[in-house]
């Protein structure tokens, strides 16, 4: 019975999100106060660890949340000001036929866009419909084409989150995820031509298939070799590549916009800098701040190393490029 009583705050989590189709922030107040009385009640744990394991749930997700709010704040300021748009309709002129576009677009800056802590849906999936595709196809392959990477997106947000849960550390934990999402991502590109409504083995097809493997095999290898956070973003830009050398070149005459990459630049040099040297590593490892809500559970926030710090540098830099008016 105890068994029971202990599972059913997954339960009911799971309850309200699928069925009650609450949101996440809607989830977790209710979650949290039903725990709380559990383990009171029938558990008997101390109030004062119950409030004391809360903050220290707060401390240890605060690098997480510092990516995640970078990332969505610096989406938001790229779009509106319409900077995203730019490269984007810059990368698509690049090549010709539109199933070269739908590669590159989906698989290539779908990945590259996430890797690098970008919503990609709202401005992939104009510029997929501005291929050719049907409005409910361009929506589906701006989510479909990064799919397959999304554990190793975001900088490594999600397999941060894993590390966290299990205990593994996250040099140990690349290898098996990057593998697993290599299957995912060819996976996934394989069913491009069932969105687009073509034949499944049709050249074209076949196509996305080896640039879903290009996409995967670049992200395995930059995991295991260079670092995590620099994984979806490398196979995104790996994917790009393949299509440019192995597609006609398009005619469209834009000027590459400097301006626009500059965040981009910035954010992926910082990252690739921490983690290609280990000598700067190590010194950077240095500065770091320590927490400890829970005695027995130090947190350690390294801004020069983790990722959220060089996302928020790309955000200033963009609202001083590009002020909203």
Not at 72 to 90: A, E, F, P, Y
Request: proline share 5%.
């Amino acid at each position: 019975m105890r068994f029971l009583l202990a599972c059913s705050p997954i339960l009911l989590v799971f309850g309200l999100a699928f069925f009650g189709r609450r949101s996440a922030l809607a989830i977790a107040l209710p979650g949290l106060l039903y725990t709380s009385f559990l383990c009171v009640a029938v558990f008997e744990t101390p109030v004062r660890v119950i409030i004391l394991s809360a903050f220290d749930g707060v401390v240890t997700t605060l690098p997480l949340l510092l990516a995640v709010y970078a990332g969505m704040l610096l989406s938001s300021v790229l779009s509106d000001t319409g900077s995203l748009g730019r490269v984007m309709t810059w990368l698509s002129g690049r090549v010709r036929a539109s199933g070269s576009q739908v590669g590159l677009l989906s698989i290539g800056a779908g990945n590259f866009l996430e890797g690098v802590g970008v919503i990609a849906e709202p401005v992939l999936a104009p510029m997929l419909k501005a291929t050719g595709l049907s409005p409910s196809a361009s929506a589906t392959l701006s989510i479909q084409g990064y799919a397959g990477l999304m554990t190793l997106a975001f900088a490594g947000v999600i397999v941060r989150v894993l590390s966290l849960v299990t205990g593994i550390g996250m040099d140990a934990l690349a290898d098996p995820v990057a593998g697993i999402s290599l299957v995912a991502a060819v996976l996934l590109a394989a069913a491009i031509p069932l969105v687009t409504g073509e034949g499944f083995m049709t050249r074209r097809g076949m196509g996305f298939v080896l640039l879903g493997f290009v996409s995967g095999a670049a992200a395995w290898g930059t995991a295991r070799t260079v670092g995590m956070s620099l994984a979806a973003m490398c196979g995104g830009l790996a994917a790009m590549f393949a299509v440019w050398i192995s597609s006609e070149r398009g005619d469209r005459g834009e000027r590459m916009p400097f301006r626009d990459l500059f965040p981009f630049c910035v954010l992926v040099a910082g990252l690739a800098v921490v983690n290609l040297f280990p000598a700067v590593r190590f010194l950077l490892d240095r500065i770091s701040f320590t927490f400890a809500v829970v005695p027995t559970h130090p947190v350690v926030l390294r801004p020069l190393t983790d990722p959220y710090t060089y996302l928020w540098c790309a955000l200033v830099l963009s609202l001083v490029l590009f002020p909203r008016t």
